[in-house]
């Protein structure tokens, strides 16, 4: 089946401008509150959200296959269950309905003003309930800066790094959409020189530049997902700030990995951009340097080029970009992540999120998190302020943005975005 959604001569008739991370050939979902108070599935067009569940309720997907109450949910897994057919096909038709030369919607106010809500007149949630999550450790970039910081410099990834994609399970029940501010974590710490932990705020805060990927149902228990299937799998991506508190993961990581430094929050960007929309930027994979084994060997296109920046924003107001890297580093792919994910017969359900593990460039202006950017604190970062940072003060605002371009069209991720707040009195 054709993805006409992606026509790059295709215009709307809603406005939208030249640099927009939205024009008609992206066509993300998610999930909102409109003005009245209800939570939708909808899309997003230029500066525009569209009521997905409004417009099934007028007809306007007549023909296609869905439940009456397909959005008119408040998560989208019940949609992303229904398929690649089905995602495909909705997004066709959302394309087919804004395209400047239909006129059906345009001229029918009663229906448009039902449909159509501007972004100031709702507020994004979280667009799916995540059973599981888990984050892989797949920048060889990233890896190997922190193995050089922590271990010999001269053997920085450890001897499975370049066989598997590592990865661990996560805590769901903190990842939280754009916008939602999160108290820096008390915890445990161990002091310089001391030897026994102390308990209070984190002073290492950091964030992580990620991104993550969402499955739909794919296989059941015992049945692992071939590589060359499992970009059938996925649905689609977000931006991810994973974020991390550095000093209270060192002292509590021995033996079982991260726990509490990593799951106090983990923040997305609400719009869930589709495959079909990433299609046209798919590049080859970086070169592995060992043949994988025959499970996780890939054919053909498997990464993508995305864009990536992260902004810090102190309570002076004043922005700083302090690093752009790219989703095309990424040393392991995301169908080698999924395949070995469930190569163990590990089951994978609809709203399931992967994270990619930080993403690191290969130079120091495209380091995924502050712990590489200021080398362990040694190099402090300089904000356009005048001030520095080693790690994330309190009241700092980190967004994270993305976007592909090439010589037809941007396609975008909007922000991920969150102020960290002073830790709780406990």
């Known amino acids: 089946?054709?993805?006409?959604?992606?026509?790059?001569?295709r215009k709307s008739w809603l406005p939208v401008d030249k640099d927009s991370d939205f024009p008609i050939q992206n066509i993300p979902f998610g999930v909102f509150l409109t003005r009245d108070d209800i939570i939708t599935v909808g899309t997003r067009i230029g500066d525009f959200a569209i009521d997905l569940g409004a417009l099934h309720q007028l007809g306007y997907f007549n023909g296609i296959e869905l439940t009456d109450?397909?959005?008119?949910?408040?998560?989208?897994?019940?949609?992303?269950?229904?398929?690649?057919?089905t995602w495909r096909l909705v997004r066709n038709r959302i394309a087919e309905i804004f395209d400047e030369k239909n006129t059906a919607l345009k001229d029918n106010k009663a229906h448009h003003d039902r449909v159509i809500f501007t972004m100031d007149e709702i507020e994004m949630q979280l667009p799916v309930q995540v059973g599981d999550y888990t984050d892989f450790y797949s920048s060889k970039e990233h890896a190997t800066n922190v193995g050089m910081m922590f271990r010999d410099?001269?053997?920085?990834?450890?001897p499975n790094w370049l066989h598997i994609p590592v990865g661990y399970h996560g805590r769901s029940s903190s990842i939280i959409p754009s916008g939602i501010n999160v108290h820096r974590p008390n915890g445990q710490t161990l002091p310089a020189g001391a030897d026994k932990p102390v308990f209070g705020p984190s002073k290492l805060v950091d964030f992580e530049?990620?991104?993550?990927?969402?499955?739909t149902d794919a296989n059941d228990l015992g049945e692992p997902i071939p590589i060359d299937e499992a970009e059938d799998y996925i649905f689609?991506?977000?931006?991810f700030n994973d974020w991390s508190a550095r000093d209270i993961q060192k002292w509590e990581y021995v033996p079982l990995g991260p726990f509490l430094a990593k799951s106090f929050?983990?923040?997305?960007?609400?719009?869930?951009?589709?495959?079909?929309?990433?299609?046209?930027?798919?590049?080859?994979?970086?070169?592995?340097?060992?043949e994988p084994l025959p499970y996780l060997r890939t054919k053909g296109k498997k990464s993508y080029d995305i864009n990536l920046e992260v902004h810090i924003t102190p309570e002076s107001g004043t922005t700083t970009c302090v690093t752009k890297s790219n989703f095309k580093y990424m040393y392991w792919n995301m169908s080698q992540q999924l395949a070995h994910h469930t190569v163990n017969g590990c089951p994978v359900k609809s709203g399931d999120m992967m994270g990619s593990g930080t993403i690191s460039g290969p130079t120091p202006d495209s380091y995924g998190s502050m712990l590489e950017l200021s080398w362990r604190?040694?190099?402090?970062?300089?904000?356009?302020?005048?001030?520095?940072?080693?790690?994330?003060?309190?009241?700092?605002?980190?967004?994270?943005?993305?976007y592909c371009q090439n010589e037809h069209v941007r396609i975008g991720f909007g922000e991920c975005s969150t102020k960290i707040l002073p830790a709780l009195k406990m």
Not at 209 to 215: P, S, V
Request: net charge negative; no cysteine; charged share 25%.
């Open 1 to 9: 089946m054709p993805i006409t959604a992606n026509d790059p001569n």
């Open 69 to 85: 109450d397909i959005f008119l949910q408040d998560t989208l897994n019940d949609f992303i269950s229904d398929g690649k057919k």
């Open 153 to 158: 410099p001269e053997n920085a990834l450890l």
């Open 209 to 215: 530049l990620e991104m993550a990927f969402i499955t």
């Open 236 to 239: 689609g991506l977000v931006l």
């Open 265 to 290: 929050a983990s923040t997305i960007s609400p719009w869930i951009v589709t495959m079909d929309a990433l299609h046209p930027f798919k590049v080859e994979s970086p070169k592995q340097d060992f």
């Open 377 to 402: 604190g040694e190099k402090p970062v300089k904000l356009n302020d005048g001030s520095e940072r080693k790690f994330i003060n309190d009241n700092d605002t980190v967004t994270l943005r993305g």
